[in-house]
């Protein structure tokens, strides 16, 4: 008994740490918020502003600039740390399930030896779970095949930067939505404008994937780029012309990773040669509509 009030006192005191590590950083996670309203509000007040002082219109303009930089970066902060809360929420469980199997171990040894101790011989049934992965076809292994049947666009600018969570890829035109299209789904969103348009980074993250599609390795994507940006969202850009950024480099939101192309499984029509980004959103490993996410 002393023993196993030990193990419950030890047990108790990890768990009120790490109680106490999460509400530390639930606070560094509201103060975040407090800030990030705190200058929407001074963006609200600078954008009235502008509309009443067009003498100081060009000053304002660059403050306003420098405080949606500055939300970008508390955004980006916000999803380190809800990571971070997330991870944390996992290891709490984790502790309590091998504690929980230590104390049930204890137990069974102490039947057992109860048992042996009277000269009656037991059969002990243990039971163990049994985690099944349920496997999925990888998207790796899937293969793209988009056709577009505009004729080639000229070349445009790099598309600005918006506030919210994503913003969007590649100024172009709108060509084809997430769903069901000719009998097959369509993972993602296709964006098409000239050959060598920039391609940005929806939002800040760590680039994951950065190659030429391969059968087996994201087959028919062609120029294909992901970017891990966190809290369970990934974003991808397929069908570029080239790549600007590789595997492992941190990227920000807006900034240039490669230009638009129709590499990969693209097919051409009417007089077009099928250059257009095909742009996909990842949420803890399912793809999601981009149309929930960005201005298309």
Known sequence: MEEQQRDKDALEEKQAKVKKNLEKLNGMLKELEDLKADLNSQKAQKNEAMKNVKAEQAGISDEKKSLEAEISKLNAKQLEIQG?????ESRIAEEARKAEEAEKAKATARVHEASNSSG??????????????????????????????????????????????????????????????????????????????????????????????????????????????????????????????????????????GAMGNTGDVVAGKGGDGTHLHFEIFKNGSRVNPAGYINL
């Open 120 to 257: 009656t011989t037991s059969s002990g049934t243990t039971s163990s779970g049994t985690k099944t992965a349920s496997k999925s076809s990888s998207p790796g292994k899937s293969k793209v095949t988009t056709t577009y049947h505009k004729p080639s666009a000229p070349v445009g600018k790099a598309p600005a930067v918006s506030s919210g969570m994503f913003t969007r890829p590649a100024s172009g035109i709108f060509t084809s939505g997430f769903g069901t299209r000719w009998g097959a789904m369509h993972n993602g969103v296709d964006i098409a404008a000239g050959k060598g348009t920039p391609i940005v980074a929806a939002a800040s993250g760590t680039v994951e994937v950065s190659t030429f599609g391969s059968p087996g390795n994201w087959g028919g994507y062609g120029n294909v780029i992901i970017i891990n940006h966190g809290n369970g969202y990934k974003t991808l850009y397929g069908h570029m012309s080239s790549r600007s950024v590789g595997v492992g480099t941190k990227v920000s939101k807006g900034q240039v990773i």
């Open 84 to 88: 971070a809360i997330s991870t944390e």
